[in-house]
Nanobody
Framework: QVQLVESGGGLVQAGGSLRLSCAAS????????MGWFRQTPGKEREFVAA????????YYADSVKGRFIISRENAKNTGYLQMNSLKPEDTAVYYC??????????????????WGQGTQVTVSS
């Protein structure tokens, strides 16, 4: 079992940056692919980015491509989401999650088994 804790959310102006962290415990982080998702009230959880267990494959949603960067430090059991050029439409609760599909990380939430509690990101215009 993996416990995940996100941090780094907050309030930022449009055009600004934030770096989210996802700290893992309870199991070897490098045994899993990692994904970031986000959700706003009344909407389904939306894929943001995913990274394979050794960062071999990385995927981004079209809406964040070129602005967000996903990364991981397995030695620190931590994953990251660097968010640049933030827009008001990026406002959401952001969640990290892990998947057993270590080589080709999935882009659908149903394929992720363990989830963090989420961190709020609010981008003001």
């Amino acid at each position: 079992q993996v416990q995940l804790v996100e941090s780094g959310g907050g309030l930022v102006q449009a055009g600004g940056s934030l770096r989210l962290s996802c700290a893992a415990s309870g199991s070897t982080f490098s045994n899993y692919a990692m994904g970031w998702f986000r959700q706003t009230p009344g909407k389904e959880r939306e894929f943001v980015a995913a990274i394979a267990w050794r960062a071999g494959r990385i995927y981004y949603a079209d809406s964040v491509k070129g602005r967000f960067i996903i990364s991981r430090e397995n030695a620190k059991n931590t994953g990251y989401l660097q968010m640049n050029s933030l827009k008001p439409e990026d406002t959401a609760v952001y969640y990290c999650a892990t998947s057993d599909r270590i080589l080709d990380p999935p882009q659908t939430s149903s394929e992720y088994k363990y989830w963090g509690q989420g961190t709020q990101v609010t981008v003001s215009s």
